[in-house]
């Protein structure tokens, strides 16, 4: 069954209520980005009712467009011409399913790539969150403490963003406004917070521990060494930890997204993307572009303005949310 037909049943089993909540937030979040690219391509598909050389350069700047990525629109189209090439398609139509198709297949395909947060068995899972300050990193660290407290686990924040002022009191009332534990500290060293923090968190019993990073690229050594020492104080007090860091980014930026979770990938290990305000840009191809551009997988997406509106990344929704109305 092709992945358009599997959307179809996607559809049809909106019934049952929490598949349903999902896909309306999907299809809610990413309708920016559906209008844009959905509505442009099913003119492509009435202006050429035949595939033609004319059709695929239209596609191509619809691509690019959508900030799937230049490579990967190259890469997606070599795959496209190939499949028309080998299977005879002529009819524009019935192309635009292929299309779906193809893009789901371009994102899983080649490794596998968990967009599941691993948990810790014995102890704390400690996820640590970096990314540039205004990218949603805090109210990120709030929605992810809101989403673990609803599925009945016990949560604590650090804030180990101790320099930039005004930082850990913001954190703080996040944890409040949660009903998440909180430590942190003010203008000191940062490992050193997370060192106390996380013995309270042993504890308390927490079972997980989200950790406020300072959002600082300008210097990569300097931040490359507090991650390093943050890593290995993490490590002492909690084999194995941090489970999981998250780079969190701004949709709505783009490809400088992008180059932020290059940056960020030379200098420590990034196990997840957080991709914020998805909601707020007609750009919705980054998903596809960051998995080409830095083989990470997207594991959180924010598709609004609530608390609720942080959801694990699903790549069938996310399909679902691009071309819902292709699909209806």
């Known amino acids: 069954m092709g992945l358009f037909d599997k959307l179809k049943k996607l559809v049809s089993k909106k019934e049952e209520r929490e598949e349903k909540e999902e896909l309306e937030v999907y299809e809610k979040g990413l309708e920016k980005t559906r209008k844009e690219f959905v509505s442009q391509l099913n003119l492509l598909g009435i202006k050429y009712h035949k595939v033609s050389e004319e059709y695929f350069e239209e596609l191509e700047n619809l691509l690019i467009m959508a900030d799937i990525g230049v490579n990967t629109v190259f890469q997606f189209l070599d795959r496209l011409k190939e499949r028309v090439k080998k299977e005879n398609i002529e009819d524009t139509k019935y192309l635009q399913e292929v299309i779906v198709d193809e893009l789901f297949i371009i994102y899983v395909e080649g490794q596998v790539l968990s967009d599941k947060i691993n948990m810790n068995e014995d102890g704390p899972t400690v996820i640590l969150m970096v990314?540039?300050?205004?990218?949603?990193?805090?109210?990120?660290?709030?929605?992810?403490?809101?989403?673990?407290?609803?599925?009945?686990?016990?949560?604590?924040?650090?804030?180990?963003?101790?320099?930039?002022?005004?930082a850990v009191t913001q954190l703080e009332e996040w944890a409040n406004r949660t009903g998440a534990l909180f430590f942190g500290k003010d203008n000191t060293d940062p490992s050193g917070v997370i060192y106390d923090g996380l013995e309270i968190a042993k504890k308390e019993n927490v079972d997980i521990v989200l950790v406020d990073t300072a959002g600082r690229l300008q210097n990569k050594v300097n931040l490359m060494k507090e991650l390093e020492k943050m890593n290995k104080v993490i490590e002492r007090i909690i084999p194995g930890a941090p489970q999981e860091t998250l780079l969190v980014i701004d949709a709505t930026t783009g490809q400088n997204g992008i180059l932020q979770a290059k940056a960020f990938q030379e200098v420590t290990n990034i196990t997840g993307i957080v991709l914020t305000k998805l909601d707020g840009t007609a750009k919705g191809g980054i998903v596809l572009a960051i998995k080409e551009s830095v083989g990470i997988p997207v594991k959180f997406i924010g598709l609004g303005e609530t608390m609720d509106d942080l959801k694990p990344f699903d790549i069938e929704s996310y399909i679902y949310g691009l071309f819902k109305d292709m699909v209806d």
């Open 131 to 166: 990314g540039v300050n205004g990218v949603g990193k805090t109210t990120t660290i709030a929605k992810l403490a809101h989403k673990y407290i609803n599925d009945g686990k016990k949560v604590m924040m650090i804030g180990a963003d101790t320099f930039r002022a005004g």
